[in-house]
């Protein structure tokens, strides 16, 4: 399956979780700020978009960034999934 095409706010979060597996919300936000405010909603739409773009039903829990664990404060940590 191929990869979101992805606007800019996107792109940012989708190249920070791939550069740094098993992060946090938090972590990214850190990363990513100020251009990127709310890093969980850019990952619902990416998510979206990887649906839409493959032809898989939005039904399904099928997603692109999963959460893979959570670390010591419960945090949930991010991951691009290998399809």
């Not at 191929?2 to 792109?11: E, T, V």
């Not at 979780?17 to 946090?24: D, L, R, V």
Request: proline share 5%; charged share 25%; aromatic share 8%.
């Amino acid at each position: 399956m191929k990869a979101p095409k992805l606007a800019n706010q996107q792109k940012q979060v989708y190249d920070f979780i791939k550069a740094h597996p098993h992060t946090t919300i938090r972590e990214i936000r850190n990363g990513t700020f100020p251009s990127v405010q709310k890093p969980c909603m850019r990952i619902s739409e990416i998510n979206w978009l990887w649906r839409e773009q493959n032809g898989i039903d939005h039904s399904t829990d099928l997603q692109h960034i999963v959460t893979v664990g959570r670390n010591g404060y419960r945090e949930a940590l991010k991951a691009i999934a290998k399809c």
